[in-house]
């Protein structure tokens, strides 16, 4: 299960990061610098397996979430540099949140239960159908309002289940 963290900002800065000896993979990753209100700053490495909601591209002025395993090893350095899982371009009429969900589709933190739809689309990453029960999974939801109670209660526009 992947212990899912995540960094929101203000794109500032992408490049091309370097990785391997030989340049053969060239122009394969990218570094993401993200910047937060407050002045925080995350670089992220973004590699051909960074997976983006939509498939959408983000540039320098884009506000994003990146999402990266807060149990996978880093280096100490500053500011701080996490291998991207999941990058989301923010979008001001839709939230997404990147959890895992129980049997009774409650988020890992407790601040999201979702009641599916039958015509909800429940998807694999590569935009397949999902054709199992996606409880307990770690899943990625895209949805509109919510419920104020707690936990929060949405009917998702769609599900895409991180395998």
């Not at 500053?78 to 009774?104: G, R, W």
């Not at 998807?123 to 029960?133: A, Y």
Request: with cysteine; aromatic share 12%.
């Amino acid at each position: 299960m992947v212990n899912f963290q995540s960094f929101r900002g203000t794109v500032t800065q992408i490049q091309d990061f370097r990785m391997g000896q030989n340049g053969e993979d060239a122009g394969c990753y990218k570094l993401m610098t993200v910047e937060d209100r407050q002045g925080g700053i995350v670089n992220f490495v973004i590699s051909p397996t960074t997976y983006f909601v939509y498939a959408e591209v983000v540039n320098p002025g884009d506000l994003v979430t990146g999402y990266y395993d807060g149990d996978a090893p880093a280096i100490l350095i500053y500011p701080p540099q996490y291998p991207a899982l999941i990058v989301v371009k923010e979008h001001f009429n839709e939230n997404v949140k990147i959890d895992f969900f129980n049997s009774q589709f409650v988020s890992r933190d407790g601040q999201l239960k979702l009641n599916l739809d039958p015509n909800t689309p429940i998807l694999l990453r590569n935009w397949q159908p999902f054709t199992q029960n996606p409880a307990n999974h770690n899943l990625i939801v895209i949805y509109g309002p919510t419920t104020r109670s707690i936990p929060a209660q949405t009917t998702p526009s769609e599900v895409i289940v991180w395998c």
